[in-house]
């Protein structure tokens, strides 16, 4: 994607965390959806969309500037929370499409498989690990990312009383595809999704996330965070 030119997505997804044997709607889900606005000259972007959870919609806002995130969970006039984007609850909140080009090139640098298919006006890379543990992360790039994903409700089970080491932690599949433009070799599509289950008092705990981008057209304007945010 050229850097000095802005892309615009349409992004969807969804979460959940369930329990082996627990009868049918107990657990915890989540689905989103947001229309992203993403520059490359300078880096910058701004997401604005819906948390749907327990029935209820909330709105979300999101700007991601110079390594900082800014994030507002509701209606204007919410306070916002700041923090750098190496921060697990900030960085889960931010769902830029372009870092997938970046994630696929890190894959390729670190061997991982990857499979492509060319078919008509699209290039598919699609790289698939049908088993893991979390503690394969520091040897797996892309089980580095799911754990990224997966680390904000971790630390909340962990709060919770949940005690399982790492090596007990199963990545239960992994899949992510990017979807190019045969001749451009921009983004057209990009998709993920994993799970992880967690062993507590003699039951699993299952996390599953899954999360898809379309770009829909070009971003000319400007991202510029509000001054109610700094």
């Known amino acids: 994607m050229d850097a000095e030119t802005g892309w615009t997505f349409a992004v ?9 044997g627990a009868p049918e709607g107990q657990g915890s ?13 300078p880096e910058a972007l701004h997401q604005s969309g819906t948390v749907l959870s327990k029935g209820r919609r909330k709105a979300e806002e999101v700007f991601a500037v110079d390594g900082t995130g800014y994030v507002r969970k509701g209606a204007p006039g919410t306070p916002w929370t700041k923090g750098p ?6 960085a ?3 769902e830029d ?25 699209e290039i598919k ?7 893991g543990q979390l503690a394969d992360r520091s040897e797996r790039p892309a089980i580095a990312k799911a754990v990224q994903e997966f680390r904000p409700t971790l630390d909340k089970l962990r709060k919770a009383g949940v005690t399982a080491g790492e090596e007990r932690i199963v990545l239960a599949g992994f ?22 289950t967690v062993p507590h008092e003699g039951r699993q705990l299952r996390y599953e996330q899954e999360l898809r981008a379309d770009t829909r057209r070009t971003f000319t304007g400007r991202i510029e965070v509000p001054d109610a945010a700094r």
């Open 12 to 20: 969807t997804g969804k979460e959940s965390l369930k329990q082996s």
């Open 85 to 90: 984007l190496t921060d697990p609850e900030i």
């Open 175 to 196: 899949e992510e595809t990017l979807i190019l433009d045969a001749h451009t070799y921009r983004m057209t599509s990009y998709r993920s999704s994993f799970g992880f």
């Open 125 to 131: 890379l699609q790289i698939r690990i049908p088993a």
């Open 97 to 121: 499409p372009m870092a997938a080009l970046a994630s696929f090139i890190t894959y390729i640098e670190r061997d991982e498989r990857i499979e492509v298919t060319r078919a008509g006006r």
């Open 29 to 41: 889900a989540a689905s989103y959806s947001a229309t992203v606005d993403r520059t490359g000259s």
């Open 92 to 94: 889960a909140k931010v």
